[in-house]
């Protein structure tokens, strides 16, 4: 599904920040990337999404077997990527029920698919905002304009589960949200994940890892995965810290 | 009816003797400094003679009336030269307390529209782009705003090619009396709107929103002056620009606050995104200030779209261009979006 092969990428004045990153996902599979700050996870992010500030080196990123290196960034996404960053973006003015609707029939577009209507595109808004327990306030509002940052986080989820992509690259979905916001935002990534789709979850805590059982979990230190292994990992992480791995090597 | 300001109106003569008088605009006139001046055709009534040695004599007889007198203050080219040339003046009265909606539309090149809003009236005016023969259109508003009255004032048509075209408001407002003025250019040509606002009463206010549109050659000026007269005034002004190809907008604003002005409070803002290299915006606020107890703001922003907002639009699978699209449309809506409901807002949201 999702395979990076030797990803390595820097910044504009040079620095390079991921040094040689290689990942395989596979259908169904849920992988947890933690690590330190700076290290270079949100970095891994946005050189798949194609953020114009990153270069990148060399490797390959293919989604199904195509390069997503090689595509505008409007195409990575119709394919089958989301990205949701540690920080989205607010764009007051835009409306969050129109960006989703015009989202949603760029993805349809693309591939091939008749517009949606209004009320299909209604109904499906509807019920995913069920799912994620948000109330009518959405609708109106600007793209997470003036959202705290549990919200934005919640309506990140929300677009995931419109756009319906095959593989969900989360930046630390969970930061912000408070115990009840975790638990509604991690069913409703449960709930959206199926046997065809994967997810990669950055983020620096057990606690979302309760709700969302990882297949692997990574460790990503000094822009390359320096050790990788099972649910266990993360539990370890969470109680030594990630010192013991460069000691034990 | 209110005499006075109806007898302080210029006659034709007296305006071609002041146009006589103050010349041609030069760039070196403050009134025009950002304007194409060498565009502006003379007027035959000037004389061809006048355009290369502008006078330095009054050619105007002495002043005898307040009409005279009125006619001396006026130093604005745009303002006389609808007068001059002979437009015929619509003159009208809204009754005190009265509720209208309007759309003013000049028939011939020339107009000259003079409003008398009595108090506590309500007003929404539409002005709608006059059809023209030649290749330039000038017009002019006198608008007297009795106390309390609410009025709106707005244009938003389609993008019109006039070689040419000056539109000049005069607004005095008595106590309390609101004007909420609004427009949306996306004319291909050189224009230019003036607005002379006298805020006379206490708690008068000037709410000014413009939004400019242009692209290609297109360049349009625009020329604020606000006199805050009496106390507790309120003065707002809000221009935003979205320029492509080689357009140009510059925006003149003045603030003049008199003594006595206690409680004013005004402010300024300039928003402009260059969707071009070859795009221009000038800016010139002026703050002229003879009182201590006020409140006076200005400020000018100059930039591109924002690129974290385009990412964030396109990395959902919006085309680049669907994306500049929707940012572009949001910074303009966002210009009247704290307008309350009302048939302009309805009008000016529908054209974007």
């Known amino acids: 599904m999702l395979s990076i092969k030797n990803l390595k990428a820097s910044i504009e004045d040079g620095t390079q920040i991921l040094k040689g990153i290689n990942l395989e996902v596979k259908p169904g599979e849920v992988h947890a990337i933690m690590g330190p700050n700076g290290s270079g996870k949100s970095t891994l992010s946005k050189v798949i999404a194609g953020h114009p500030a990153y270069h990148v ?11 997503l290196l090689e595509m505008e960034i409007n195409e990575r996404a119709n394919s089958g990527l989301f ?47 069920s799912l994620l327990e948000m109330d009518e306030r959405y609708r109106e509002r600007g793209v997470n304009d003036g959202m705290s940052g549990g919200e934005k986080k919640r309506n990140e989820i929300l677009q995931m589960a419109i756009l319906d992509p095959k593989v969900s690259f989360l930046d630390e979905t969970d ?19 199926s046997p065809e789709k994967a997810v990669i979850l950055v983020t620096h805590y057990q606690r979302l890892l309760d709700y969302i059982k990882p297949t692997y979990v990574h460790v990503l230190r000094h822009g390359k995965i320096i050790l990788s292994g099972g649910p266990e990992l993360a539990l370890k992480l969470e109680d030594q810290g990630y010192d013991w791995i460069e000691e034990a090597k | 009816m209110n005499a006075e300001f109806i007898q302080n109106l210029p006659t034709a003569e007296q305006a071609i003797a002041r146009l006589r008088e103050l010349g041609m605009p030069r760039r070196n006139n403050e009134l025009w400094s950002f304007f194409p001046v060498a565009k502006i055709p003379t007027p035959e009534f000037m004389g061809t003679d006048f355009a290369t040695a502008p006078t330095t004599t009054p050619a105007a007889a002495p002043a005898h009336s307040s009409s005279d007198e009125a006619v001396q203050k006026e130093s604005d080219f745009a303002a006389l030269l609808p007068i001059a040339n002979q437009a ?14 309007a759309m003013l539309k000049c028939n011939n090149d020339f107009g000259h529209t003079v409003l008398d809003i009595g108090k506590g009236a309500k007003v929404s005016l539409e002005i709608l782009d006059n059809k023209v023969t030649h290749d330039i259109a000038a017009e002019r508003f006198d608008i007297n705003v009795g106390e309390n009255a609410d009025v709106e004032i707005f244009f938003a048509n389609p993008a019109c090619d006039l070689p ?18 609004s427009s949306i250019c996306k004319d291909t040509a050189i224009g230019r709107v003036s607005v002379e606002c006298h805020l006379k009463g206490e708690g008068a206010n000037f709410d000014y929103r413009s939004l400019h549109i ?22 707002t ?3 935003r620009n979205l320029l492509s190809g080689s357009a140009r907008v510059s925006y003149d604003g003045s603030v003049i606050v008199g003594y006595d002005c206690t409680g004013v409070n005004s402010s300024q803002l300039v928003n402009t995104i ?51 699209e929707m940012l572009m449309r949001s910074f303009a809506q966002e210009t009247f979006l704290p307008l309350p409901d009302s048939p302009a807002k309805k009008r000016l949201m529908s054209s974007l």
Request: include cysteine; hydrophobic fraction near 40%; charge should be negative.
């Open chain 1, 83 to 129: 990205i949701s960053t540690q920080y989205p973006t607010e764009i007051p003015g835009v409306n969050n029920v129109e960006f989703l609707k015009m989202a949603l029939n760029s993805k349809r577009a693309f591939l091939g698919q008749p517009e949606m209507s209004d009320e299909d595109f209604k109904k499906l808004c509807e019920e995913k905002m």
């Open chain 1, 57 to 67: 080196d060399g490797g390959s990123v293919e989604l199904d077997g195509k390069n």
């Open chain 2, 164 to 181: 040419l075209r000056f539109r000049h408001f005069n607004i005095n407002q008595a106590a309390g009396a609101n004007v909420r003025f």
């Open chain 2, 88 to 101: 015929r003046p619509m003159i009208r009265e809204i009754v005190a307390g009265a509720a209208e909606m």
């Open chain 2, 237 to 239: 002004q809000l221009a």
């Open chain 2, 214 to 235: 242009l692209d290609g050659e297109a360049s349009q000026h625009s020329r604020l002056t606000i006199y805050h007269e009496a106390p507790r005034t309120v003065s």
């Open chain 2, 274 to 324: 260059l969707m071009s290299e070859d795009a221009s915006v000038s800016v010139k606020p002026v703050l002229k200030i003879y009182h201590d107890d006020v409140e006076c703001t200005h400020g000018n922003t100059v930039g591109e779209l924002d690129a974290e907002q385009m990412f964030y639009l396109v990395s959902r699978g919006i085309p680049k261009k669907s994306a500049q």
């Open chain 1, 175 to 193: 930061s912000g949200l408070d115990i009840d916001a975790l638990r509604i935002v991690a069913n409703g990534i449960n709930h959206i994940m």
